[in-house]
Each structure stands twice: as structure tokens, then as C-alpha cells.
């Protein structure tokens, strides 16, 4: 304890303070002084206020002491004990400066008041113990105290417990007492223990301590066993006696105060033991007499016997937290944490007495604290605190998006803490925890069905994976929604009702689901920004230069739609204004909505009909107002505000439902004249209600109840329901009831209902008259099945009747069985023939027409082609034997393997004229062996070898062509097919066709003509070898006349006339490749005749200069000598 300030400094003579007290709020102190005053001081112990106490008799003398103080738990009422017989209350408010009064007092008639307390949990109920051993409790409400118990004994003390369900008394004779207000079935009060002395100083916080006048301080526990002593008794001379004590409100700190000194025990959490902290000596002190422990643990003010108040820190440390908190320790359980810019304070209190180990603070306004065993989660804007049980692995993620839940993210699961609730919300798996994909909802709607008690509204959406959204209700964990999507969503938000969901994925596209419809609709196809209106159902959102607004989102066709330049930013709602403000690059610009019609989805929310109806009147009608008269009808008529749903219905044009709903309340407003307190509980007004809903049966149940008879019958009478009215007559008794039927009956026939007619007439017995208005309303099938199933005599005529009128009307089929029923076999066939009903025609001539089985097999098959079933006609056919029809039919169908079967079995004259059909089948299945064998069955060879052509099989082409054709045959056909071939450019394919028909020169001149001369040289090398130097001669010619003369050169070479191939260059003048040529294959001296030659050609002075230049002029100087020329 440290020693802070004196808030009242001793006198100079006995002047005892009698009584201290906190509030609950920690905001006053009061104290009561031997002179009858009490006097208020304010948190920081600045004297704020005194008032002098009342006698018990306002004429009577001021000879009474102050005796006991305690404050209610609200912090607005002071009770006053005196030992003048009486308690008073005095109505102090909770802001300085309050006029005080006295609300309540409890005189007492033969006993004096000694002592009081007032539980915590106890707000209507006063304890206060009397001085001939009477323990009892004031009750605020009646005014009036009641006993509690009584013992022989003088009460010295009173203290409370700290949960506020139980009172301590201690009597001269040293005994304590416990009583507890809990009905818990165990005796209300016992006798605790006997102490060893009188318990002046009592107190009730982990344990019970207990001193008096002999030394000694006790812990007691609950049931009344000595936990721990401590014995003083050696010291007495000093110390006195104890003569007050106080726990703090952690109950884990004492302080016994006595002569001179205080003593102050700690409860050692790890070994569960009390130990004393040290012994504060306070010299001139003199005794203890009053102890108050401030209720956030901070201070400990103690009054003594000179009339000192004096005010102790109580804290275990105290530091500050990033320069703007300040932590201050009371207790290891304990925290106050004081805001340093405000001065504004909040006690963070473990209630399982952990010690608090870590403290932070988030965005300088979210709390967390934590324990070995628990998390303790606060918000410092509302004071609200929460203690939650948590095993948390110490890399926990906190998420403070929403004021009223804390969400914690750990391994994968998001845990949801309530501020102010003591337990886990919910919890939810999932790996996305960004504010976008989470949405949460607590009771954020203030409809009138929550004021009224009905269960809680706590609601959150988020995404299992990126294409699933689950909506969890966290009172009742049930999955209320799972909505599966075909794109990644990547922002989703609940309505503050929890009712809708708004959702939008990656490809920009909004949608909103409804939870209670289940059903889904898409908002825009493209949205860049999209936000809920704040406290409203009002949607905002953007798409490119167009701001959307969904001011019903009920009707979400219904849009209003502004042109904005610019992107949107935020919504403002204040002031009786909501404004959308958009970036427009420059400047900033606003976009005012519709404060009405934002202000009637929240008086909708909230049942105030009556508001919703003025403000709606207030607007011209649009579609947007059209959809809101709509919701507004809906929602009274669902709460049965029937003069609301009228006026709805006015406005929406609806004449016939408001002239309807016109006369329910005038049948309301006369009930509510007769006396009755809502109308609209009427039994009148009820089924009238249950009609408009089409709730028919409970209109009738409601009429029923009250014995209004005649009321239902007439009901349903007048929907043309008479069914029901005849059933309600006949149950009653009713005499008119065959006068209903008869009136049925009649207006039946008058509206052309004689199915329904001929139905009454059955179930009255009345066959003939029901068959015949079977036929008359065209039901002539209704008609035979009556004939069939009743012991009705069946006249001929009746019969042709009704079989004619099933023929008539197509029913052939009917008609059939019918007749088969009535054994006329012949007519049933008939009828099935014309009904193309040969299943059951061929089953009758099985049985009695053998013969006609196979016609009717071809009919039925010829039918089935009709009916284009040519699978189901094959076997129809076959059984008919007409097996080209099977065939065909199968072949039609694409039945290739059925068709294969059915053909082998046939001659040859019946199947080669489907063989290639069969075979062209298998040759485009690229089944070409088969191909082959149905093509040569179908004596066609020749398609075969095309066939084997086509896909160059040229081994399979020359065995088909050799096995099944003359050989004058097949080389028309080889040669034929090789001209088309090489009319294609298949050069190659062609050549093969005429060597294999032995016609190479065809070949050969196939090459000729497309000019590939090496392919011809080949082939009439290996053809033609005696005309070889020919070709090469003549090909060469051919080449030197179009002037292609390296190639003629190469051609002369090749035919080992190379003396050609130099005349070919001599003639045109190209003596160097002359020389070349005559040099290479004639030798030297060849080459220099043809130099000599070209020299002679140009002749004197030229030819000599090339014979110089070209070092020729010896070689021919030896020629021309040689040759004579010279």
C-alpha cells in the first residue's frame, strides 16, 4: 500500500468515521462522520458534495449514530443505517449536482439498525442486522423489510459475498452465519462457524476473514472450516484489536486495519495459500474503524477513530503502454487500463481469477488480454468486456472489422467473441479471412418480433472455398444457406437483418441471395463498387458511368439510376442525409439520396406501419414506390394490420382486394364496438383473412369453432366448391342437403361439367344416368370401365353406343378392350387394327385367330416404318417372313450386323442387290476385307479394285483384279484407272497400274508428256533398252530446240554422242563450252580443233588475239600444220 492523498485530516478529538463506501461505478465515495454528515467525494477524492442524515423521527432529538453505508449496484441510491431504529435510502442520481431524496426507509420498531450490506446481484433487496440478533431484508419495491433469521445474539457485522448471492452476519457471541437468496433446495441460512471472538472485522472475498479483540485473524472456508490463521495474540499490547477488514474486489487481497497499522495478506495463486504481505505502520493513526475498497481496485481508503480519511494505492505495478494507456495491476487478476488523452478508465477482470499475462490494445480501441487458460477481448468505445476459454497457439490473428464482434483467426479455424458475453459465439473453418469474405450480423435489426423476445439474430456469411458461401446462424449452429457459385466470388455482405445476401464474383458480376426464399438473382452484369446503405436494405453499387440504387430490394428490377463521372468512393449517412461520394479525378462530388425512401426500409425493419404509410404518401408513385406499397401490403397483412394493408392496396390500385379488406375492417371496428379488444381476433375476421389467403379449410375450421354452419356451407358455395359444402351439410345433419346435390347437380350440367356430374351420379348408384353423361361429355372411355366393373345389365344398344363413341373419339385401343372384355373377339381385333394397337391384337389372334398372326406381324412392321421405328419393324418383318422388308428396314436403321445376317440366309437373287450396299457399309467403316468379299458377292469387281485404289493397296488391287476379271478386262481397267490417276498428278500410282498391265510405253509417254524425262529415261532402260541412244538422241534435240542446252548436253552424253553436244554449243556461238565439252570427252587435241575452229571463225587479227589470250596459239599452230591449213 502507498500512501496517495488524505481526503479528511484528523482532529484534534474523537470524531470517528462510522462508515465508508465506493459505488459500483467507481465514481463516488462516500463517507459518514460521528456528527450525523455524510459527505460525497468524487473519483480522484475531491470533496464533491455533503448532506446531513434524517432521524427516525423528524421531530426528534439528533442522538443517533451513523451505523453502516452501502450504495445500490445501479450507483443511484445510498442506504443509511442508524442506530436510531431505521435505514433510510437516499435517491442520489448518477451526475453531481442531482437533487437528493429519500425514496424508501424501514423503520424498525423495538431493535436498533447496527449494520448493513447490499449484494451486488440483489438490486431490490437491503440487508441490515439488528441489535436483538435479527437479521433482515428491506425490499425497495414494497417498501417494506421482511425477516431473514434471528439469533439470540447482537449483529456486529454484515458483508456480502462477491458473486452477490449471499450475505454474512458475525454476533457478539462469536458466531458468523451464512444466508444465501439462491433456491438451491439446501437450508436458506446456517450457522458458518464460531469464531473465537466477536467479528468486528468481516469479509467475504476468495476466503472469509474474520478479527476481532483477541489477535487473531481466521480464514474461513465456505463451509465454515478454518482455511488459515494467523495469531497476533503475542502483540496485542500494541495492535489492540482488529476492528475492520475489506477484501479487494478480485477477492485475493486483504487488509485488516487496527491500532496504528494495517495488515495486508495476499492469496499465493500456485500454492493456494494465504501470506502476509508486510505490516504498514501508520503512527497517530489511532484505531481503524471504516474500510472501503474502490470497486476497480485502484484505491483503498481507510477512516479512523481522530476522524482521518485517508486514500492508498493499491496496485501490484503500473505501466504505460505506447504513450497512451496506462496499465495499472490491482491484482495478478486484475487490470485498470486508463486511456491517458481521455482520462477514461476500463477494469479488465479475469472472473476464473487467471493471471493476466499480456496485454495489447488494437486501432487504440480493441482490447486483448490473455490468461494460461482464457482470452480476454474488450472494446474501449462500448466497455464492453468478454472471457473466453482458449488454448490458442500464441500466433493468433485478430480481426476487428465489426463493432460488436471479435473475430480470431487461428489454424484455420475463425473463432467469433461477443464483446460483453462470456462464451465463444461460434466458429467457422475456413482459410479466407479477408473483410471482403466475411460478413457478420449481430442483432442488428430492430424489428418489433425481437423486442418481443423471440430468439436472437446473429448471423455470418463466409467463404468455405472461393465458389462456396455458407450463411451460419450462431445462435443455433445450423447452417441456415450454402450457396454454390460457378466463379471465384470475392466480395460478400449480409443486410443488417441477416435476411439477404450480397455477392460478387471475378468476372464483376452482383448477385443477391434471399435466405428465405432460397432463391438467387443477378443485380448487374458488371459492378466495380457495391455497398449496403449503412443501417438500411437500401443497395448502392456502380456500373462503369452509372450509379445503381436499389432503394426495395425486394422488387430487384425496380432501379434507380444515376450517370456519375467519376468512381465512388463511400457512403455517408448523418444528419438526417445519406450522400454517395465520387472520385471524379479533380474534385470530390456528391450524390444525395433519397432520405424517404431509405427511411421506410427502416421503418419496414422496425413494424412502424404507420410511419412506412406517411412517408410512402409523401412520394409520387414510380415503380420504386409501387414495390414498396407492395412489401409494406405484404408485411401487415403477415402482422394483420389490416387497415395498413388496406390503404396498401388503394395505393397500388388493387380495388377489389382494398374494398375486400374495406369490409373485414368494418367487421373489425363493429367487434371492437361489442367490446372485444382487437378486432381483428374476431372469429369473423380471422376466416375472412384465412379466405383472402385461399386458406380455405382453415376458414372453414374457424366457422366450425364458433357453430357458424350455415357461414361455411355458404363459403364454399359461393367458390363453387360443393363438394365441401355438401360434406359439411350431411356431417351436420343439415335436412337440405339433397337440395344441395340437386342444385350441384344443375349448375354441373349448366357449366358443361359432366365428368364431375356423371362422378355424383356414380357414387350416388345412379349407373345409367352416370354413363350416359360419360358419353354426352365425350368420356365414353370413364363410360366402358363403368359398364365393365358394374352389375349393370348391358343392353345391345348400350353397348354399340359406347363402343361407337370410343371409335369417334379415336380411343381404338379402348374401344378394343372393351369389346375383348365383352367376348366380341372379332370387333376387339378390329378395333385394335384401327387403334395400331397390334400388340395386343397379335396376342387376341394367337389365341383365337391363328392365321391372321403373320398379316397382322407385316402390318404391325409396316406401322412401325411408318412411325420411323425401323429397329422395332425388323423383327416384325421377319416374323411376317417378309425378309427383303427386314432388310431393308434394318439397313435403313444402320442394323449393319442384323442386315449381315438376314442377307446371308438369302439366295443369291434376293441378296446381290443388297451385297453392295452392305459392301460400301464396310468399306466407309473402313472395313475393307469385307468390303471385298460383299463387293465380289454383289458381282462387282471392278468397285473392289477402285476401292483398294483409293487407298493404294496396289497388292490387293492386282489379286482381286487377276481373281475375278479377263485379262482384256482388267487392262482396260488398269489402264483406265492409271489415266485418271495421272489426270489426278499420281504419277507414281499410275506408273505401277501400266507396268502391272505391261504397258511401259504408255508409262514412257506418260513421262514424256509431263516432261519428267530422268523417270522415262528409267523405265525405257529398263523397257526399252534398244531404243535407249535413240531417246537420248531425240530428247536431247528436242531440249537443244528449247534451247535447253545444258540439259541436251547432258542428254548427248548420256548417249555417247558428245561430238553433238559440242556442235549444238558450236552452232550457238559457245565456243568456251564447245571447247569444255571437246576437252572433257574428246581429249587435247579434239579441243584444239574446236579452238582452231572459233579462232577461224572470227578470222586475222581477232582469232589470233584469241588464241593468245586463251595460250591456244601453239596447239593451234600444230593443228592447222598438221591438218595442212598451214
Not at 243 to 263: D, I, K, M, Q, Y
Not at 786 to 803: K, S
Not at 928 to 933: K, P, T
Request: aromatic fraction near 10%; charged fraction near 25%; proline fraction near 2%.
Amino acid at each position: 500500500l502507498r500512501h496517495l492523498r488524505t481526503l479528511q485530516a484528523p482532529g484534534e478529538e474523537i470524531a470517528r468515521i462510522t462508515a465508508l463506501c465506493w459505488s459500483p461505478n467507481n465514481r463516488r465515495l462516500a463517507a459518514s462522520t460521528s456528527d450525523r454528515v455524510v459527505h460525497l467525494f468524487d473519483e480522484v477524492g475531491e470533496k464533491k458534495d455533503k448532506f446531513s442524515t434524517k432521524p427516525a423521527d423528524a421531530n426528534g432529538p439528533k442522538n443517533y449514530m451513523v451505523t453502516g453505508m452501502a450504495f445500490s449496484p445501479d450507483s443511484t441510491r445510498l442506504a443509511v443505517a442508524q442506530s436510531d431504529n431505521i435505514v433510510f435510502i437516499y435517491k442520489l442520481g448518477l451526475e453531481w449536482g442531482e437533487k437528493k431524496s429519500i425514496c424508501n426507509k424501514f423503520l424498525q420498531s423495538n431493535a436498533g439498525v447496527t449494520c448493513l450490506t447490499w449484494p451486488m446481484e440483489q438490486p431490490n433487496e437491503l440487508v441490515f442486522g439488528l441489535t436483538d440478533g435479527t437479521v433482515k431484508v428491506g425490499i425497495i419495491r414494497s417498501n417494506k423489510a421482511q425477516k431473514l433469521y434471528s439469533t439470540d445474539s447482537y449483529v456486529t457485522s454484515l458483508c456480502s459475498s462477491p458473486d452477490g448471492h449471499s450475505i454474512l452476519s458475525g454476533h457478539v457471541d462469536g458466531s458468523i452465519y451464512r444466508f444465501s437468496f439462491d433456491e438451491s433446495g439446501g437450508p436458506a441460512h446456517v450457522r458458518l462457524a464460531m469464531h473465537t471472538c466477536v467479528p468486528q472485522a468481516l469479509a467475504w472475498g476468495e476466503n472469509i476473514i474474520a478479527g476481532g479483540n483477541d489477535g487473531k485473524i481466521v480464514f474461513y472456508d465456505i463451509e465454515g472450516g478454518v482455511y488459515q490463521l494467523f495469531d497476533y495474540s503475542s502483540d496485542i499490547a500494541n495492535l489492540k484489536e482488529f476492528t475492520a477488514c475489506c477484501f479487494n474486489p478480485s477477492g485475493e487481497s486483504a487488509v485488516v486495519g487496527a491500532f496504528n497499522r494495517l495488515h495486508v495478506f495476499n492469496l499465493n495463486i500456485r500454492r493456494n495459500l494465504w501470506e502476509e504481505a508486510g505490516i504498514k505502520q501508520i503512527e497517530n493513526m489511532y484505531s481503524v474503524t471504516a474500510m472501503s475498497w474502490k470497486q476497480d481496485g485502484s484505491r483503498l481508503c481507510v477512516g479512523t477513530l481522530a476522524g482521518a480519511i485517508d486514500c492508498y494505492d493499491a496496485c501490484l505495478r503500473r505501466y504505460r503502454y505506447k504513450g497512451k494507456f496506462e496499465f495499472t495491476y490491482v491484482s495478478l487478476s486484475q487490470v485498470i487500463v486508463k486511456r491517458l488523452s481521455s482520462g477514461t478508465r476500463i477494469v479488465l477482470k479475469s472472473h476464473f481469477q487467471y493471471e493476466i499475462v499480456k496485454i495489447n490494445i488494437y486501432q487504440d480501441q480493441y482490447l486483448v488480454a490473455h490468461t494460461p487458460e482464457t482470452l480476454l477481448i474488450g472494446n474501449l468505445e462500448s466497455c464492453k468486456l468478454s472471457e473466453v476459454p482458449w488454448s490458442g497457439s500464441g500466433s493468433e490473428r485478430f480481426i476487428f472489422e465489426n463493432p460488436s464482434v471479435c473475430m480470431v483467426y487461428n489454424a484455420g479455424e475463425l473463432t467469433l467473441v461477443e464483446y460483453g458475453r462470456n462464451e465463444i459465439l461460434g466458429s467457422a473453418r475456413t482459410e479466407h479471412v479477408s473483410p471482403h469474405y466475411i460478413s457478420c450480423r449481430l442483432n442488428e435489426s430492430k424489428s418489433l418480433g425481437e423486442q418481443s423476445g423471440e430468439q436472437e439474430n446473429k448471423k455470418i456469411a463466409y467463404l468455405m472455398d472461393f465458389q462456396t458461401i455458407r450463411v451460419l446462424d450462431l445462435t443455433t449452429s445450423h447452417t441456415v444457406a450454402t450457396v454454390n457459385h460457378d466463379a471465384k466470388v470475392d466480395w460478400l455482405e449480409l443486410n443488417p437483418s441477416a435476411t439477404k445476401l450480397l455477392y460478387r464474383d471475378k468476372h464483376r458480376q452482383l448477385h443477391l441471395f434471399d435466405l428465405l426464399s432460397q432463391t438467387r438473382s443477378t443485380l448487374l452484369n458488371y459492378c466495380s463498387y457495391v455497398q449496403w446503405v449503412p443501417n438500411s436494405d437500401v443497395v448502392v453499387a456502380q456500373n462503369r458511368d452509372n450509379l445503381c440504387v436499389w432503394y426495395s430490394i425486394d422488387a430487384p428490377e425496380r432501379v434507380t439510376i444515376f450517370q456519375i463521372k467519376g468512381d465512388v468512393e463511400d457512403i455517408e449517412r448523418a444528419g438526417g442525409r445519406t450522400e454517395v461520394i465520387v472520385d471524379e479525378g479533380i474534385n470530390t462530388v456528391s450524390y444525395r439520396l433519397d432520405e424517404t425512401l431509405i427511411e421506410f426500409g427502416s421503418s419496414i425493419e422496425n413494424k412502424e406501419y404507420e410511419k412506412a404509410v406517411t412517408l410512402l404518401e409523401q412520394l409520387e408513385f414510380s415503380p420504386e414506390t409501387e414495390a414498396m406499397w407492395s412489401t409494406l401490403c405484404q408485411l401487415a397483412l403477415q402482422d394483420n394490420r389490416l387497415f395498413i394493408a388496406e390503404r396498401c392496396c388503394a395505393a397500388l390500385g388493387d380495388t377489389a382486394k382494398a374494398m375486400y379488406l374495406r369490409k373485414v375492417n368494418e367487421i373489425a371496428e363493429e367487434a371492437e364496438r361489442s367490446g372485444l379488444p382487437d378486432g381483428a381476433q374476431h372469429f369473423k375476421v380471422q376466416s375472412e383473412m384465412a379466405k383472402l389467403e385461399k386458406h380455405f379449410e382453415r376458414a372453414e375450421q374457424i366457422l366450425l369453432e364458433q357453430g357458424q354452419v350455415e357461414e361455411a356451407m355458404q363459403m364454399y358455395q359461393e367458390l363453387h366448391r360443393w363438394d365441401e359444402a355438401i360434406a359439411i351439410s350431411e356431417s351436420k345433419g343439415k335436412p337440405e342437403t339433397e337440395e344441395l346435390k340437386t342444385s350441384y347437380l344443375q349448375w354441373l350440367l349448366v357449366t358443361g361439367q359432366e365428368e364431375r356430374a356423371a362422378k355424383l351420379k356414380e357414387k350416388e348408384g345412379d349407373i345409367e344416368t352416370a354413363i350416359q353423361l360419360y358419353l354426352q361429355g365425350g368420356l365414353p372411355a370413364r363410360a366402358a370401365a363403368l359398364v365393365q366393373n358394374q352389375q349393370y345389365p348391358q343392353t345391345p344398344e348400350m353397348l354399340e353406343t359406347i363402343a361407337a363413341a370410343l371409335s369417334k373419339s379415336g380411343l381404338h385401343e379402348k374401344a378394343g378392350n372393351f369389346f375383348e372384355k365383352l367376348n366380341m373377339i372379332e370387333r376387339a381385333l378390329e378395333s385394335y387394327r384401327k387403334g395400331n394397337a397390334y400388340r395386343k391384337a397379335v396376342e387376341l389372334a394367337r389365341r383365337n385367330f391363328p392365321r391372321e398372326v403373320v398379316q397382322l406381324e407385316l402390318e404391325w412392321g409396316n406401322w412401325l416404318v411408318s412411325q420411323k421405328q425401323l429397329d422395332a419393324a425388323i423383327n416384325h418383318f421377319i416374323e411376317a417372313g417378309q425378309n427383303i422388308k427386314a432388310i431393308e428396314a434394318a439397313i435403313q436403321a444402320r442394323q449393319w450386323s442384323k442386315a449381315v445376317q438376314i442377307v446371308d440366309t438369302q439366295d443369291d437373287d434376293v441378296a446381290s442387290r443388297f451385297y453392295k450396299i452392305i459392301a460400301q457399309h464396310f468399306e466407309e467403316t473402313k472395313n475393307y476385307d469385307d468390303a471385298e468379299r460383299y463387293y465380289i458377292k454383289a458381282r462387282c469387281p471392278q468397285d473392289a479394285v477402285e476401292m483398294y485404289t483409293r487407298i493404294k493397296k496396289w497388292e490387293k488391287v492386282h489379286k482381286v483384279a487377276v481373281s475375278f476379271m479377263s485379262e482384256s478386262a482388267v487392262n482396260t481397267l488398269y489402264v483406265n484407272q492409271a489415266q485418271r490417276l495421272e489426270a489426278q498428278g499420281k504419277l507414281k500410282e499410275a506408273e505401277k497400274l501400266y507396268i502391272m498391265v505391261k504397258e511401259p510405253d504408255l508409262a514412257i509417254n506418260m513421262y514424256k508428256k509431263n516432261r519428267h524425262y530422268d523417270q522415262m529415261i528409267r523405265l525405257v532402260a529398263q523397257h526399252r533398252k534398244d531404243l535407249l541412244s535413240e531417246t537420248y538422241l531425240h530428247l536431247a534435240q528436242q531440249l537443244e530446240a528449247e534451247n535447253k542446252f545444258k540439259e541436251a548436253e547432258r542428254h548427248y552424253v548420256d548417249g555417247n554422242d558428245w561430238k553433238s553436244a559440242v556442235n549444238m554449243y558450236r552452232a550457238h556461238d559457245m565456243w568456251d563450252d564447245a571447247i569444255r565439252v571437246a576437252k572433257t570427252h574428246g581429249g587435247v587435241n579434239t579441243s584444239r580443233q574446236v579452238a582452231y575452229a572459233w579462232a577461224v571463225s572470227l578470222g586475222g587479227e581477232a582469232g589470233a588475239k584469241l588464241l593468245t589470250n586463251t595460250a591456244l596459239i601453239e596447239q593451234a599452230l600444230d593443228y592447222g600444220t598438221e591438218s595442212g591449213a598451214v
